[in-house]
């Protein structure tokens, strides 16, 4: 079973730019949750999707926004980029949203703002 | 207001010695606790988890505690070997409304296993 993809793996944007992020999921997962880790800030949540409805939202701007297909892919979007955006943005995938169902994290997309 | 807190940046061991990572949290909500670990240029993967009715789960060479009362979680890691020196990322999970739940995670801690 394929895990979860996303692309593209790095990034280079400047500032004031739009970036969008993509993401599979594993196959059957149905929830989709984006996070960005920064070097001493660890995962920091941005938003879970759950069959095309965004469930979560964490403590980011509204230039930070996602969306789910209807097979499940998922897409970030970042507008108006600044140099602290750059980040590794992670994806993550899991069956259901129960309290044991464990995240399965896709390798990231490097982003760097200049 | 950080909720899951793993206070030491960074730990060093020597292979075949334990490894004991340690992880606190504040908000009594949580109910599922799980150890990710992370190597460089990869995404993290779930390594053992723990629900909040027990005090201990183990897998193979891998044991994490949870200690309700003092609000505290250890991953124990015995023997430690070379390949086990990655990013440790402790995680808690509470309900967060609409049938979802949320996981907030810790800053991470860096573990060296010294041949």
């Known amino acids: 079973k394929a895990g979860v993809t996303q692309t593209p793996r790095y990034l280079i944007k400047t500032r004031g730019q739009q970036v969008t992020l993509s993401c599979s999921p594993i196959s059957g997962h149905r929830s989709v949750s984006w996070y960005q880790q920064t070097p001493g800030q660890g995962l920091q949540f941005l938003f879970e999707y759950f069959s095309e409805t965004q469930r979560n939202k964490g403590n980011f701007p509204g230039r930070f926004s996602g969306r789910q297909f209807s097979n499940s892919r998922s897409e970030m979007n970042v507008s108006t980029l600044e140099l602290g955006d750059s980040a590794l943005y992670l994806c993550?995938?899991?069956?259901?949203?129960?309290?044991?169902?464990?995240?399965?994290f896709g390798n990231g997309t490097r982003l760097t703002v200049t | 207001d950080q909720q899951v807190k793993q206070n030491s940046p960074s730990l060093s061991v020597q292979e075949g010695r334990i490894s004991i990572l340690n992880c606190d949290y504040t908000?009594?909500?949580?109910?599922?606790f799980l150890w990710y670990k992370k190597y460089p240029a990869e995404g993290p993967t779930f390594l053992i988890s723990?629900?909040?009715?027990?005090d201990k789960n183990e897998d193979g060479r891998f044991t994490v505690f949870l200690n309700k009362s003092a609000k505290h979680l250890s991953l124990h890691i015995v023997p430690s070997q070379p390949g086990d020196s990655a990013v440790y990322f402790c995680a808690a999970i509470a309900y967060s409304g609409a049938g979802s739940y949320q996981l907030t995670f810790g800053k991470g801690t860096k573990l060296s296993v010294i041949p």
């Open positions: 908000n009594s909500m949580f109910d599922y």
């Open positions: 993550a995938s899991r069956l259901g949203t129960t309290n044991n169902s464990p995240l399965h």
């Open positions: 723990i629900s909040s009715i027990k």
